[in-house]
C-alpha cells in the first residue's frame, strides 16, 4: 500500500535524452518510485509499459523525453512520456477507428503500443501540434494506468490444509 496519504498525492518527473539507454534509466528509476512507496507488485507491469513508451518516444522522436510516474490515490498509478513529435501513433488514437493490424511475425519492432494497450487498465494520448498551442511548443502525451489488485489476500504455506481424499 502507499505510504503517502491520498490528501498528498506524489509525482516524479525524469528528463531523459533521446539516448537508446533512456529505457533502462527509466526502468530502474521506476523500480526506485514504487519500491518507495511499497507498490512492488505493480513493478514488473509497470517497468515493460515504461520502457514500451520511452522507446516508442526515442524511436519516433528526435528531441528529450520526459516520464512522470503520478499515483492515483487508492487506485494505482499513471505513467506518461512526453516526447516533441505530436503525430499520435495509430495504436493510441483515440477513438479507436479500426483494429490495428497485427504486424508480421518477421518484423523486429512496432508492438510496443500493443503490448501497452493490452497490459495496462486505461491507456490514452493528448497530441500538441504547433497550430493550437504556439510555436515552439509541440508534442505528445502518451500514457496508462496500472491499477492496484485490493482484495486479494497473500496466502501463507504454513496455514494451508492439504485435501485429503476418499475415506
Not at 526515442?58 to 499515483?71: P, Q
Not at 493490424?101 to 494520448?125: F, H, K, M, N
Request: net charge positive; hydrophobic share 35%.
Amino acid at each position: 500500500m502507499a505510504t503517502v496519504s491520498p490528501e498528498n498525492p506524489w509525482s516524479y518527473t525524469l528528463n531523459l535524452p533521446n539516448d537508446p539507454r533512456s529505457a533502462w534509466i527509466a526502468r530502474i528509476t521506476l523500480r526506485g518510485v514504487l519500491s518507495s512507496h511499497e507498490l512492488n507488485e505493480l513493478r514488473d507491469d509497470a517497468e515493460l509499459l515504461t520502457s514500451e513508451l520511452v522507446t516508442n518516444a526515442y524511436r519516433y522522436s528526435d528531441g528529450a523525453v520526459e516520464l512522470r510516474v503520478r499515483e492515483l490515490p487508492g487506485q494505482g498509478i499513471r505513467i506518461s512520456v512526453w516526447d516533441t513529435n505530436p503525430e499520435v501513433p495509430e495504436p493510441f488514437e483515440r477513438p479507436v477507428l479500426r483494429p490495428v493490424e497485427p504486424r508480421r511475425t518477421e518484423t523486429t519492432y512496432g508492438r510496443g503500443l500493443l503490448i501497452v494497450r493490452r497490459c495496462a487498465d486505461s491507456w490514452g494520448s493528448k497530441s500538441f501540434g504547433y497550430r493550437w498551442y504556439g510555436p515552439g511548443f509541440r508534442g505528445k502525451w502518451l500514457w496508462c494506468e496500472l491499477g492496484v489488485k485490493r482484495g486479494a489476500e497473500k496466502i501463507n504455506p504454513a496455514k494451508v490444509t492439504p485435501l485429503v481424499s476418499g475415506s
